[in-house]
């Protein structure tokens, strides 16, 4: 008899995880790998943020909190909210999690009834069909393309929606393809969704990392019907290279913020406290390191961008945030190279782990089987070599010989 529930059996294991582990154990067997799969900044915490927890520590500020937060981190969130996006929260309408990934956890379990379907385009984070399907939900999978920037369009939308849709998971800017969503974009979508009177949960984490002098909106700053229908979901951890403080939250009318505040006082019981005092210095303290990072990771995009482009076959969409590009590589299966054969995303990314030392993530993960991410959250001088790996691995490649039949 299988002792696992039927729910976290269907969920399985996260794919960007698994990668993970398989280039630690190279690792450890002394080959070098150049990791280009985790999302997370290789820049390090703000100094004063540091120093903030330093002085949480010495005060011995080590108990437990309340369960939706720190009212100081909550003021210093919707402080943010206003000064950069003239949205407006109270107290009640701010949680604090550990992680935005429990954020949307929380919004998951609470908002999602069992056997209500959930609208997500591909490509889409590991983890959001997994959440839903954790919920009892039904994720309906919609499938976006390159040539529409990966943006779920409003005619997809409407024809995604039934009597059972109850919410739309929205990430923007995106994770794999960073995909982002102009107001333009935003309120045309919105307005099938909230025709609808979907829930939005409106994953945003990525929200200052967008290039090329594009203004990011959020989707709850559309109209007074979308702010009380959204869940927006932050964090501090792509913002401020705090990925291992798992500081994550979310703003929402307060009965949605309630519901999230039962589930977590269940599997959490809140955010560590260390960690809630440095974020409240990340938000209120000075913003530079931020531009200073954001201007790195353009120059990354940019160059990354160019040498995938001169790979024979490779096409790959321009992402306008985050700090991942999700180029096409099928040109690529149905190949091989001694006898190993590359049929699917995830041998390519094998392939790349095994040949060329480089660790990537394979499109099937996301729901787009063609493709692979490609993190640039490392430095410009392990791009270069990763592609310069890469690119000749991928020489190395023939097509399978067909067996003749007589």
Same mark, same amino acid.
């Given at each position: 008899m299988?002792r696992?529930s039927?729910?976290?059996q269907?969920?399985?294991?996260s794919?960007?995880?698994q990668?993970?582990?398989?280039?630690?154990?190279l690792q450890?067997?002394?080959i070098?790998?150049?990791n280009?799969?985790?999302g997370e900044?290789?820049?390090?915490?703000?100094?004063n943020?540091k120093?903030?927890?330093?002085?949480a520590?010495?005060?011995?500020?080590?108990?437990?909190t309340?369960?939706?937060?720190l009212?100081d981190l909550?003021?210093?969130i919707?402080?943010?909210?206003k000064?950069?996006?003239?949205l407006s929260?109270?107290?009640?309408?701010?949680?604090?999690?550990p992680?935005a990934?429990n954020?949307?956890?929380?919004?998951?379990?609470?908002?999602?009834?069992?056997?209500?379907? #959930?609208?997500?385009?591909?490509?889409?984070?590991v983890?959001?069909?997994?959440? #839903?399907k954790l919920?009892?939900?039904?994720?309906?999978?919609?499938?976006t393309f390159?040539n529409d920037?990966?943006?779920?369009?409003?005619?997809?939308?409407?024809?995604a929606i039934?009597?059972?849709?109850?919410?739309?998971?929205?990430?923007?800017?995106?994770?794999?393809?960073?995909t982002f969503?102009?107001?333009k974009d935003?309120?045309e979508?919105?307005?099938?969704?909230?025709?609808?009177?979907?829930i939005i949960?409106a994953?945003?984490?990525?929200?200052?990392l967008?290039?090329?002098?594009?203004?990011?909106?959020?989707?709850a700053?559309i109209?007074a019907?979308?702010?009380?229908?959204?869940?927006?979901?932050?964090?501090v951890?792509?913002?401020?290279?705090?990925?291992?403080?798992?500081?994550?939250?979310?703003?929402?009318?307060n009965?949605?913020?309630?519901?999230?505040?039962?589930?977590?006082?269940?599997n959490t019981?809140?955010?560590?406290?260390?960690?809630?005092?440095?974020?409240i210095?990340a938000?209120?303290?000075?913003?530079?390191? #931020?531009?200073?990072?954001?201007?790195?990771f353009?120059?990354?995009?940019d160059?990354?961008?160019?040498?995938?482009?001169?790979i024979?076959?490779?096409t790959?969409?321009p992402a306008?945030?985050?700090?991942?590009?999700?180029?096409?590589f099928? #040109?690529?299966?149905?190949?091989e190279f001694?006898?190993?054969?590359i049929?699917?995303?995830?041998?390519?990314?094998?392939?790349?782990l095994?040949?060329?030392h480089v660790a990537t993530v394979p499109?099937s993960g996301f729901?787009?089987?063609n493709?692979?991410?490609?993190?640039?959250a490392t430095?410009?001088?392990?791009i270069e070599t990763?592609?310069?790996?890469?690119?000749?691995?991928?020489?190395?490649?023939s097509?399978i010989?067909?067996l003749?039949i007589?």
């Amino acid at each position: 008899m299988n002792r696992i529930s039927q729910r976290v059996q269907s969920a399985g294991f996260s794919t960007t995880m698994q990668i993970a582990a398989l280039a630690f154990q190279l690792q450890s067997e002394g080959i070098k790998i150049i990791n280009l799969n985790v999302g997370e900044p290789d820049f390090n915490t703000p100094e004063n943020v540091k120093n903030a927890a330093h002085v949480a520590i010495d005060k011995n500020f080590t108990k437990y909190t309340p369960n939706a937060g720190l009212a100081d981190l909550k003021d210093a969130i919707i402080k943010r909210l206003k000064t950069d996006y003239d949205l407006s929260y109270t107290r009640d309408e701010i949680i604090i999690s550990p992680g935005a990934k429990n954020s949307m956890y929380n919004a998951c379990m609470a908002v999602i009834n069992p056997g209500d379907e #959930v609208i997500i385009p591909t490509p889409y984070w590991v983890s959001y069909p997994a959440m #839903v399907k954790l919920a009892a939900g039904v994720p309906v999978i919609v499938p976006t393309f390159a040539n529409d920037g990966f943006r779920l369009t409003p005619a997809q939308l409407e024809q995604a929606i039934t009597p059972r849709t109850r919410a739309l998971i929205l990430n923007n800017p995106s994770n794999p393809a960073g995909t982002f969503y102009t107001r333009k974009d935003l309120i045309e979508l919105l307005n099938v969704a909230l025709a609808a009177n979907l829930i939005i949960i409106a994953d945003e984490v990525y929200e200052k990392l967008v290039y090329d002098g594009l203004k990011f909106i959020p989707a709850a700053a559309i109209s007074a019907k979308a702010k009380a229908n959204t869940v927006h979901i932050s964090g501090v951890s792509k913002t401020y290279a705090m990925t291992g403080w798992r500081i994550g939250y979310a703003a929402a009318s307060n009965d949605l913020i309630a519901g999230m505040n039962v589930v977590q006082s269940h599997n959490t019981s809140g955010a560590t406290s260390i960690s809630q005092v440095a974020s409240i210095e990340a938000l209120n303290g000075p913003q530079d390191y #931020v531009k200073a990072m954001l201007a790195e990771f353009q120059k990354r995009r940019d160059y990354l961008l160019k040498r995938l482009r001169e790979i024979p076959g490779i096409t790959c969409h321009p992402a306008s945030g985050a700090f991942y590009l999700f180029p096409d590589f099928s #040109v690529y299966f149905n190949m091989e190279f001694e006898g190993e054969r590359i049929m699917n995303s995830a041998d390519m990314v094998y392939y790349l782990l095994k040949h060329a030392h480089v660790a990537t993530v394979p499109g099937s993960g996301f729901g787009a089987e063609n493709y692979i991410r490609l993190a640039y959250a490392t430095s410009l001088e392990n791009i270069e070599t990763a592609l310069n790996q890469i690119e000749a691995a991928l020489k190395k490649l023939s097509p399978i010989r067909q067996l003749e039949i007589k």
